[in-house]
């Protein structure tokens, strides 16, 4: 481009058209487009001034300044009704097909009167016809049109003529065509159909610009409809990260929102408002702009709906709002332009959908997506370890005691008994139904029995440790009056241990020590149990337990407390024929045992006790207490390399603990879960499954950040395993500030590796390169180098990929030197090759410095095979030594200028081909030696060399070539003949065809 004081000439005007044409769609773009426009005019070059105003349109249509169009291209019809030499082909089809666009941008603004939207649509038939084009595309934009104003009859109508006219190069890609024909259908209520029509692009057969990420949007709600609710998390994900900051696509993204609303992930659909809430003021597509508005209404009703009217919501360049605050803007905004809209139109089809979707409801309250919002509330409602609710039977029980006095409470007592015996979660509810009979009935309980009932409310009253506390105290008193020692020991005991817990340890300790020496006396003389003085030495454990930290000397006070431990384990067992509950007691001495163990790093000491806790727990008939130490055993199994038996504890754990482990213990449960099948190498969907309820899990409870990052990256890891590029790279990209806040470098790495090969497969080699070399940097610090290498070459190959010359050489270059380091010749020749290749594009010099580095590699290769006495490693080094040879012919005839015998050749392109046919031999020879295994590469060197000899003009020996691929592979199919077989006797049989 000219300095800024040099006069703008035609030829410098048309290059910065050609440049902005490249830029990124968006504001910058649209404004120098119309800079372009400006000085095209002063050049008097209308052919110059035509192109500039082609430009503008085109810069506007991709961005939220799409309703900008009209006036450029009313302009444009005048210059073509004025002089239509001016155009050139180009640019008369560019007019052709940007009529379409202009059609859609007068219907989607309220402020075109509804006349002058069909008066244009005549016009454009007239200009198609004129010009020899199909009315196709008129068809689409008067269904458009039909569809905008509700007249189902007429879209009906015009649908079909728009599918039965014939395609030709005016046309909407078929995609785009799609796009809107099921978006009909899914309005219409028929939901399948319009999935159905939208499968070409869903499943990748069928893709644009703006596809599939158009049709990702629009599939959300008719999934969510027809209760399809994976598949509308995968399109979520794929479609959002498509769309994400992209302007033309604010009716994609206000589907998101609106998906996001309707599934329980309104912090989600929050974070997206937020960051596009630009478009809430801004848009120039008013459509497009009613779209966002709608969907954030629901949103923002949803948030207020669950208490959060209050929350800020940051917008651009404004001080923050609250939810409530900006419902009312938008709502009343939406309402307003829908109101514009069918003053226009004369329907009120655009207010009764506006309205719609700003009141509906969710398909469900909770849908994980794998992606992290930020959350609502400072502590969500957290599930606790409290035990189930009463039991039916229990609460029909105690209601039923009311009105048979004393009879009925006899028989409250006994089931009460009875499930205490079985410590059976619905005990207490037995209790409580107890009491309550006993007070409705003014019934007079004996002191055993009041004791019992006391007992039991403290129990219920732990919450409040002051009043749980007084009334252990009483039930001691009353089993001291009722003649029973031991249960007045064991309550006073309980009672001490409450206050131990509850910030008064020291003291509560020196209570349960005497206690503890109370009843080993009373269990002496046969007035005490063991269950009733184990469950308070026990206790005593329980407590010392957590003030180990706080002593003198904390190991000292760990080595007595583990003695202490397996002695009262010892006399658990030696007791454990008196009592059913025995077997649990034992359970939960083993537990608090082998948390002990657990913590000093004796994991396999551990997962002994945890298991033997499991197989008291079942032994004594309440799998609902074997929850914990499952999830223990799970813990401690997978931490020693045993994942079949964590998969086993941890599914049991899951099984029996529904409704007792809070937010984070769910989520660590379904984490190694997920990691325990992926170690076994299963199915890599339920590996997802689980991790994905990990993720959920962990985004509700507090301090959940980098236990949620662990599952995004084991979930990241599954998908691409499964070959789901897209959603693998969202949860990926939306793990990485959490996993390099709160996790080693180690896990950084993976995740960047995981999402530079995503980015890899999806064809944003730029991005991955940069994935890949932010993680080779972090690497390089390590003790080992292979993985900074591995990253170093890949990081080659996805810059290779993007076009980036000079950033993929370098990298090349680097894993070069540290595959030699490790003495890894056979990977370091390939990115010499690599280098040869890039060499062979950049250099001016070309092809003969191109040679000299890929000499490098055959250099490399065959000084490790003279040193290398290992059959395997010899075997390795000699097929890339082949592959090398192979390449060096490839580098030799791609660098040449011209082909033997054209009138340019002096004879080098004679003495090139010679060359690289003599590399072919050399390959073809070195692929013989290696046998079978290389087959394949041998073929595909001889039919190499065939072509050469073909253009060498040695007829003769092609075809000899050609005859012997063909003879090797044979001349039977059967169904187990491998494509690459099928492939190499076509190529033989073309060439052969070719020579004839």
């Known amino acids: 481009m000219t300095h800024e004081n040099t006069p703008y000439t035609a030829e ?3 290059h910065a058209l050609w440049e902005n044409d490249s830029e990124t769609y968006g504001p910058a773009r649209n404004a120098r487009a119309e800079e372009l426009v400006g000085l095209a005019e002063t050049t008097g070059d209308r052919v110059l001034l035509l192109d500039a105003l082609l430009g503008l349109i085109d810069s506007y249509q991709f961005t939220s300044e799409s309703g900008k169009t009209l006036v450029p291209f009313a302009r444009l019809l005048r210059m073509w009704d004025e002089r239509p030499a001016d155009f050139h082909s180009r640019a008369l089809h560019r007019l052709h097909w940007q009529f379409k666009w202009i059609v859609y941008s007068l219907i989607g603004n309220p402020d075109i009167p509804l006349d002058a939207v069909r008066r244009w649509l005549p016009d454009m038939e007239r200009h198609y016809r004129v010009a020899g084009h199909s009315v196709r595309p008129v068809r689409a934009a008067e269904f458009h049109l039909a569809q905008h104003l509700g007249d189902d009859g007429l879209a009906a109508r015009l649908l079909t003529e728009w599918t039965a006219a014939d395609r030709d190069r005016m046309s909407d890609c078929l995609a785009c065509e799609l796009n809107e024909q099921g978006e009909w259908q899914a309005d219409c209520g028929d939901d399948e159909r319009a999935l159905a029509t939208w499968a070409p692009v869903l499943n990748g057969e069928q893709s644009c610009a703006e596809q599939p990420h158009l049709i990702l949007a629009l599939s959300l709600v008719p999934l969510l409809r027809l209760g399809r609710f994976d598949e509308a998390r995968r399109n979520h994900l794929r479609g959002y990260r498509l769309a994400r900051g992209n302007g033309s696509l604010v009716p994609a993204l ?4 609106e998906f996001c609303a309707l599934t329980g992930n309104e912090a989600r659909g929050l974070e997206i408002l937020a960051e596009h809430a630009a478009y809430l003021d801004n848009g120039e597509e008013p459509l497009s702009r009613l779209q966002l508005l709608s969907a954030a209404a629901l949103l923002l009703r949803r948030l207020t709906e669950l208490g959060h009217a209050d929350r800020p919501v940051p917008l651009p360049g404004d001080a923050p709002v609250t939810t409530e605050q900006l419902l009312a803007r938008t709502r009343d905004a939406a309402r307003d332009l829908a109101r514009r809209f069918d003053e226009r139109n004369g329907t009120d089809q655009v207010s009764t959908w506006v309205a719609a979707r700003m009141a509906g409801t969710p398909f469900t309250d909770r849908l994980p997506l794998g992606v992290r919002g930020a959350r609502l509330t400072a502590g969500s409602p957290a599930r606790t370890q409290s035990a189930p609710e009463p039991a039916q039977e229990a609460a029909e029980a105690g209601a039923a005691a009311a009105d048979g006095g004393s009879t009925d409470l006899a028989a409250l007592l006994a089931e009460a008994r009875r499930r205490t015996l079985a410590q059976h979660p619905d005990a207490r509810a037995a209790w409580r139904a107890v009491a309550g009979a006993a007070d409705r009935t003014g019934t ?13 409310a403290a129990v219920d009253a732990l919450d409040d440790p002051e009043a749980a506390g007084t009334l252990f105290r009483r039930a001691a008193e009353q089993f001291e009056a009722a003649g029973d020692p031991g249960e007045a020991a064991a309550g006073r005991a309980r009672a001490a241990y409450t206050m131990a817990v509850s910030g008064r340890a020291e003291q509560g300790l020196a209570e349960l020590d005497a206690l503890c020496a109370e009843l080993r006396t009373l269990h002496a003389d046969g007035r005490a149990t063991a269950r009733q003085l184990t469950g308070a030495l026990l206790a005593s454990a329980r407590v010392r337990m957590g003030t180990l930290q706080a002593a003198p000397d904390p190991a000292a006070a760990a080595d007595a407390l583990t003695d202490e431990l397996r002695a009262l384990l010892a006399l658990a067992e030696e007791h454990r024929a008196e009592d059913p509950r025995m077997c649990s007691r034992i359970a939960d001495i083993s537990c608090l045992l082998g948390g002990l163990l657990a913590g000093r790093g004796d994991a396999p000491q551990a997962a002994e006790l945890f298991a033997r806790a499991v197989e008291r727990y079942h032994e004594a008939a309440v799998p609902w207490y074997a929850a914990e130490a499952e999830a223990r055993l799970a813990e401690a199994a997978l931490s020693l390399g045993r994942p079949q038996q964590a998969e086993q504890a941890a599914r049991a754990a899951l099984d029996h603990g529904a409704g007792l482990f809070e937010p984070l213990g769910c989520a660590h449960l379904h984490l190694i879960l997920a990691e325990s099948l992926a170690a076994t190498g299963q199915d890599d969907n339920e590996v997802a499954d689980q991790a994905l309820e990990a993720t959920h899990w962990a985004d509700q409870a507090d301090g959940g950040e980098g236990l949620g990052a662990w599952a995004q990256l084991v979930l990241g890891g599954a998908l691409l395993r499964l070959r789901r590029y897209d959603e693998s790279a969202s949860v990926l990209e939306s793990a990485l500030p959490a996993l390099e806040e709160h996790h080693h470098e180690g896990h950084v790495v993976q995740a960047r590796w995981w999402l530079g090969e995503c980015l890899a497969e999806l064809d944003d080699h730029r991005q991955a390169g940069e994935h890949f070399l932010l993680a080779a940097d972090i690497a390089k610090g390590w003790d080992g180098q292979r993985d900074h290498a591995v990253l170093a070459h890949l990081a080659g190959d996805a810059l290779n990929g993007a076009g ?28 010499v090759r690599a280098r040869a290749w890039i060499t062979l594009r950049t250099t001016g010099s070309g092809l003969p410095v191109a040679l000299d580095v890929m000499a490098t590699a055959e250099r490399l290769l065959t000084e490790a095979i003279a040193e290398t006495a290992d059959d395997g490693s010899r075997t390795t080094l000699r097929a890339e030594l082949a592959g090398t040879y192979r390449q060096t012919a490839e580098l030799l005839v791609r660098g040449c200028d011209s082909e033997p015998g054209d009138e340019d050749d002096d004879g080098t392109a004679q003495r090139t081909y010679e060359d690289a046919l003599g590399y072919a031999e050399q390959a073809i020879a070195a692929f013989a030696s290696l046998g079978e295994p290389a087959r394949h590469d041998r073929t595909a060197a ?4 065939a072509w050469l000899e073909s253009d060498l003009g040695h007829t003769s020996a092609a075809i000899t070539r050609a005859r012997t691929v ?13 494509d690459t077989t099928k492939r190499r006797r076509t190529e033989a049989q073309a060439l052969l065809d070719t020579l004839a």
């Open 444 to 456: 007079a309980l004996d002191l055993s029995d009041r004791a019992e009932v006391t007992y039991h």
């Open 12 to 14: 410098s005007i048309r």
């Open 254 to 257: 206000a589907r998101h929102i």
């Open 966 to 978: 063909l003879a090797d592979y044979g001349d039977e199919d059967s169904p187990d003949t491998d």
């Open 942 to 945: 001889q039919l190499m060399a």
């Open 804 to 831: 980036l010359n000079e950033e993929a050489a370098a990298a090349y270059a680097r894993a070069e030197e540290l595959w030699r380091t490790l003495g890894r010749p056979q990977s370091a020749a390939r990115a």
